[in-house]
């Protein structure tokens, strides 16, 4: 499937800004055998004094940008074409979980997609010890890390209610996990705090995922938004698998990958620091548009 992507980010702020330093995580990556981005694009309006791009220790490109001049107003935008193709379904080569701790301890390496990079806590990811007696919950003698991951995935999808309103961008999985509430951020965070608390390798990814109106309703511009999911280590033979907690789907087609990190802090699609003693307020509209199986 081929897609043209347009995202608009834009912030307001109370009283004009300046010094801002911002880290941009927004353009698609290209991915041998998942996905390739065709062609794509970063702007900024006003336009940054600096401008670099750059690649970050996960792979993911960013767009470092300095503003030295006051503003009262930021906007960002991605435009992007990018094809992804259909994953090959396989037979279940994954480990059962006892075996696990042997299969990891064989993989050596510390490359960027190395699994000894996301099994311990990272940096909004923490031990729970009320997720981790939850993920033992859906282990049965005899399950394989894939068996294992999907009926977590499953789990939570049935047990979490999407809700925007419920929590923040700087809601913890603790506090998502006692809500049972959230946004894809907060299903994946704990998903992934889950995985670990088991010893399975588990990462965040963040993208975009096409969403298809009701029928015969027309699809609105601006109404698909940057998702997030769950990326699990199975083992040698098997790689990196992805699941969708929000939507207790595995990731395929409609799924668009931005960024993979341990969590949201290394994905973030803006993060940076500025001078202000005001509010701000921010925006987020992001069009996800099929035009032809690829």
């Not at 960002?76 to 059962?96: G, H, K, N, W, Y």
Request: proline letters at 9%; one cysteine or more; aromatic letters at 8%.
């Amino acid at each position: 499937m081929i897609y043209d992507i347009a995202l608009k980010i834009t912030y307001a702020y109370e009283v004009p800004v300046s010094g801002g330093r911002h880290m941009v995580r927004v353009l698609p990556l290209s991915l041998p055998g998942r996905q390739r981005l065709i062609a794509g694009s970063v702007s900024c309006v006003p336009t940054p004094q600096e401008r670099r791009e750059v690649v970050d220790f996960f792979q993911n490109p960013a767009t470092a940008i300095v503003f030295r001049t006051a503003h009262d107003r930021l906007v960002i935008r991605m435009q992007a074409r990018v094809q992804v193709d259909a994953l090959p379904i396989t037979a279940d080569f994954s480990p059962r979980l006892p075996e696990l701790s042997a299969v990891l301890a064989a993989s050596w390496g510390l490359d960027p997609d190395s699994p000894h990079h996301f099994t311990g806590v990272s940096p909004r990811l923490p031990e729970v010890a009320e997720i981790a007696a939850y993920a033992r919950g859906v282990v049965r003698e005899g399950m394989t890390v894939n068996e294992i991951a999907k009926a977590l995935c499953a789990r939570i999808h049935k047990d979490f209610t999407y809700d925007p309103k419920a929590t923040t961008v700087d809601t913890t999985p603790s506090a998502a996990f006692k809500l049972k509430r959230g946004v894809c951020q907060d299903f994946a965070h704990v998903m992934i705090v889950a995985l670990r608390s088991l010893g399975i390798p588990a990462g965040y990814v963040s993208g975009f995922l096409r969403t298809i109106p009701p029928p015969g309703k027309e699809r609105l511009e601006g109404a698909d938004a940057m998702h997030a999911w769950v990326r699990y280590w199975a083992g040698p033979l098997t790689g990196w698998v992805e699941l969708d907690p929000t939507n207790d789907i595995p990731a395929g087609t409609d799924h668009i990958v931005v960024g993979h990190g341990r969590d949201y802090a290394d994905v973030a699609p803006v993060i940076g620091i500025l001078k202000s003693y005001g509010g701000q307020t921010t925006e987020q509209a992001v069009d996800v548009i099929p035009l032809v199986p690829a």
